[in-house]
């Protein structure tokens, strides 16, 4: 059964840019988390969907957005990217909601490392 | 002050010794996540739990919700376990969102 997968691996980009990352989840699961690991913040959790609806939305700003499409395949956009961006973004899936009662494992993809200069 | 703390920030052992680290937090949760994040980013979900203790292999995790504590064993360490061990809580109350410790990098020499 094949992993996470994320698209692409690496990516350079201008600030002011903007960007879209893909991952594929795990066949069968319907549930996509992103996270956003940095140096300094270290992982912070970005948003989940589930069924093509955003669940849970961390405290990002509104330039961070995603979609889920009916395939579970999902997407996150970053609009008019700041230096600050530059991070290691994962996504993560799971065969239902991966809440604190859920007995589903959460199955991380290997990353987009995305640098902006 | 971080809502989740790890201790130490960095750990090396020799091959066998026994390991723990060492997650504190402030807030009320549901539920902690202990994570594997090796060198080249792969992050392998290794336990969650809300009470008691979890056993895998030679990883023990438990937590003390009373005193807000959780501690993540590793016994007879090898070399394969250096990694970074991240520790992350789902807060209680309105949506469940995982708040992350910074981890704790685990380097184990042969």
């Known amino acids: 059964k094949a992993g996470v997968t994320q698209t692409p691996r690496y990516l350079i980009k201008t600030r002011g840019q903007q960007v879209t990352l893909s991952c594929s989840p795990i066949s069968g699961h319907r549930s996509v988390s992103w996270y956003q690991q940095t140096p300094g913040q270290g992982l912070q959790f970005l948003f989940e969907y589930f069924s093509e609806t955003q669940r849970n939305k961390g405290n990002f700003p509104g330039r961070f957005s995603g979609r889920q499409f009916s395939n579970s395949r999902s997407e996150m956009n970053v609009s008019t990217l700041e230096l600050g961006d530059s991070a290691l973004y994962l996504c993560?899936?799971?065969?239902?909601?991966?809440?604190?009662?859920?007995?589903?494992?959460?199955?991380f993809g290997p990353g987009t490392r995305l640098t902006v200069t | 002050k971080n809502e989740v703390e790890q201790s130490p920030q960095n750990l090396t052992a020799q091959e066998g010794e026994f390991i723990t680290i060492n997650c504190s937090y402030s807030?009320?949760?549901?539920?902690l996540h202990w994570l594997q994040q090796h060198p080249g980013g792969g992050i392998v979900s290794l336990f969650m739990l809300s009470s008691g203790k979890k056993k895998h292999g030679r990883l023990i995790a438990t937590i003390n919700i009373q005193e807000k504590h959780s501690s993540l064993h590793i016994t007879a360490s090898h070399p394969r376990d250096s990694a970074v061990y991240i520790c992350?809580?789902?807060?209680?109350?309105?949506?469940?969102?995982?708040?992350f410790g910074k981890g704790t990098k685990l380097t184990v020499n042969p």
């Open positions: 992350a809580v789902f807060a209680q109350g309105g949506s469940e969102k995982l708040v």
């Open positions: 993560a899936s799971s065969f239902g909601r991966w809440t604190s009662g859920s007995s589903y494992e959460q199955y």
């Open positions: 807030v009320g949760i549901s539920a």
